[in-house]
């Protein structure tokens, strides 16, 4: 089925541990995005890629890198993990920035000990 | 800044009741609106959007939305809840001067009892 595949479904990391969310979408969108969404806060952006080739930081980057590796694939990267980086992680993509709407993953429940 | 404020964190609802949960944004010129449901334990799914022509617009389940822009507002209704709106609601704005970032509300916990 065409959408938005996230990878993995489920983590724990030790504080101080590094890993990447892998994000990819198949219905050659252009934007994509990552948010995380932490009870009684809705979600906020992480990062952001407009297009292939460029990315920006949302309105809660520290901590974290991204990677627009080509059009499909948008990852995310946790350098040393932080407890107060326990949260849900979606992945999103909308085919023109800001209008139609995005198509969101199934998410990544982590959890930072 | 930017922001959006949904009202009501929990709403609880009997079956057949009307629904209308409010959603207010921060003055910032022209926006795009929308409005997202994430059911228990799955991920968020666009529910309807504006980005122009009518101020009323219907998306699926019965559900719709009115822009008026004097007030800032985004409200969504349904006329008659079922037990399956149970559910997470989410208001999100696009500024379109901020560029590509939509900014989501806090969001409305809606349990509808049967």
């Known amino acids: 089925n065409a959408g938005v595949t996230q990878t993995p479904k489920f983590q724990v990391l030790k504080t101080g541990q590094s890993m990447t969310l892998q994000c990819a979408q198949d219905?050659?969108?252009?934007?994509m995005y990552w948010y995380r969404q932490d009870p009684g806060m809705g979600l906020r952006l992480i990062y952001y890629s407009a297009s292939e080739g460029t990315t920006d930081k949302g309105e809660v980057p520290n901590g974290y890198n991204v990677s627009r590796l080509n059009k499909r694939e948008f990852s995310l990267r946790l350098e040393s993990a932080a407890p107060s980086q326990t949260s849900v992680y979606f992945c999103a993509s909308e085919k023109v920035g800001g209008r139609d709407g995005y198509t969101f993953g199934s998410g990544t429940r982590l959890t930072v000990v | 800044a930017q922001s959006v404020s949904q009202h009501n964190h929990h709403v609880i609802l009997s079956e057949a009741a009307s629904l209308e949960l409010g959603c207010n944004y921060s003055?910032?010129?022209?926006?795009?609106l929308f409005w997202y449901v994430q059911y228990p334990g799955q991920h968020l799914q666009l529910l309807l959007k504006y980005f122009s022509g009518d101020p009323l617009v219907k998306g699926i389940k019965g559900f719709e939305a009115e822009f008026i822009k004097s007030k800032f507002s985004f409200n969504l209704r349904k006329p008659s809840v079922q037990w399956s709106d149970t559910a997470e609601y989410f208001c999100?704005?696009?500024?379109?001067?901020?560029?590509?970032?939509?900014?989501f509300g806090a969001g409305t916990r809606l349990f509808v009892k049967a």
């Open positions: 999100a704005v696009n500024y379109i001067t901020g560029g590509f970032k939509t900014i």
């Open positions: 219905m050659n969108h252009n934007s």
């Open positions: 003055y910032g010129g022209t926006v795009n």
